[in-house]
């Protein structure tokens, strides 16, 4: 359970005395207005092997102490987060452009250089974030619109809720968003059936950003073999894209697969059966034929494992929730999840990894991954921020 996923006034420090973002608990998200916003930031060194945070959880002289670089797979990013702060999602498009999205409205873009936290103006916990291009992002809130935030050539950043006529509205009607992808031309977002669907509400779990009638930007599904009253397809947690036409979205016990229509240029969300009734977190793949998810309990599947287009389950590696998936390569691909649980594929098989975390934080619960390459990877959580550089152990 994500415990630091609470409502109400934050202050996300940086250094023992530098506070660097407050926002408001009583802020207007339903406002579709730019808002520019004076952000803080500060130095950070990815070179973890100074303790210049002492946590006051340490009972110990050596509890916070971070384990050396070299020897592990993953040093700690000292001063990124306070422990009360939840990492829940990274995403980005190069390795100085890269957001951070967490609880209690945190929100932090790396230009490589700097790790700067952007008010959002939300107390909500942010969920999912996507570098759709350089410098440029979407961010999924809790029970709030989608939110474009971009960061213009003054540094500064531009905020933009994109309510789409759907926020705000009866929270049984409108679903809630979960995930975000696709690319800059097709804006996938995913989530949670609405309860009772109207004429536009209808199969809220994918919703895709569509100019309407009326030339205003709007959420609207894509499915059109449901009943009214009836919500159609699992509720969905994660969404993977390889291109405009091509992704897969993962959640309770089921699964889409965007792929071409029969008819030139168009397209369609196909639901595929999975080998088990659980939910999936995390999905990632290096195309749609070979994909993987990972979910409860230590779950991961795989699709088109054997060379047939269907998901198969994989030999659990350990018993904990499984949260997130990426990889830079079919043999390089890294797991993250609670107790804090890192795994790593090699091409051949699962083994568990060294992630850095100091004797404090050891079972921290893990629920972001994403990287540029394989010397470049992030991984967030309860109150940490991990990255992986050239200077870390090489895996045999």
């Known amino acids: 359970m994500r415990s630091t996923r609470t409502l109400g006034r934050w202050l996300l420090f940086v250094s023992p005395s530098l506070v660097v973002g407050v926002a408001c608990a009583n802020a207007d998200t ?12 500060y130095v950070i060194d990815t070179d973890a092997r100074t303790d210049a945070d002492v ?24 001063n990124a987060v306070t422990p009360q702060i939840a ?17 209690r409205g945190t929100l932090l873009h790396y230009d490589g250089k700097e790790l700067r936290a952007i008010d959002t103006q939300l107390p909500n916990a942010l969920i999912a974030v996507w570098g759709v291009e350089r410098n440029v992002a979407w961010v999924v809130p809790l029970n709030e619109a989608p939110l474009r935030v971009r960061v213009n050539a003054a540094g500064e950043s531009e905020v933009s ?53 009326d030339g205003g930007a709007t959420w609207r599904s894509p499915l059109t073999d449901c009943r009214p009253f009836l919500t159609c397809g699992p509720q969905l947690r994660a969404i993977y894209s390889f291109g405009p036409t091509s992704a897969w979205a993962m959640g309770v016990g089921g699964g889409f697969r965007l792929e071409a229509g029969g008819d030139a240029g168009t397209f369609a969300w196909t639901p595929y059966p999975l080998p088990l009734m659980t939910t999936f977190e995390g999905v990632w793949g290096t195309h749609a034929d070979d994909a993987w998810a990972v979910g409860t309990n230590g779950s991961i599947i795989r699709f088109g494992a054997a060379g047939e287009p269907r998901w198969e389950q994989q030999e659990p590696v350990v018993a904990v929730n499984l949260h997130a998936i990426w990889g830079s390569a079919k043999d390089d691909v890294w797991v993250v999840g609670d107790r804090g649980q890192v795994l790593h594929y090699d091409g051949a098989s699962w083994a568990l990894a060294e992630s850095g975390l100091p004797p404090v934080r050891s079972e921290a ?32």
Do not use: M
Request: proline share 8%.
């Open 87 to 103: 990492v829940n999602a990274i995403s980005g498009t190069a390795p100085d452009d890269v957001w951070f999205a967490g609880s």
């Open 55 to 78: 946590d006051i959880d340490c009972d110990a002289a050596d509890a916070c102490a971070p384990v050396g670089c070299e020897s592990t797979d993953f040093c700690v990013v000292p």
């Open 365 to 396: 619960e893990l629920y972001a991954v994403w990287g540029s390459g394989p010397d470049d990877v992030w991984i967030g959580g309860n109150g940490v921020l991990l990255h992986r550089s050239k200077q870390n152990r090489r895996r045999p």
């Open 161 to 213: 809720p994109v309510p789409g006529n759907v926020w705000p509205g009866p929270k049984e009607k409108v679903g809630r968003g979960r995930a975000i992808g696709g690319s800059k031309d097709a804006v996938w977002l995913v989530g949670d059936p609405a309860d009772y669907p109207d004429d536009w509400v209808l199969n809220q779990n994918i919703r895709q950003l569509v100019t309407d009638e």
């Open 30 to 41: 339903n406002d579709a207005a730019v808002t520019v916003g004076e952000d803080a930031s």
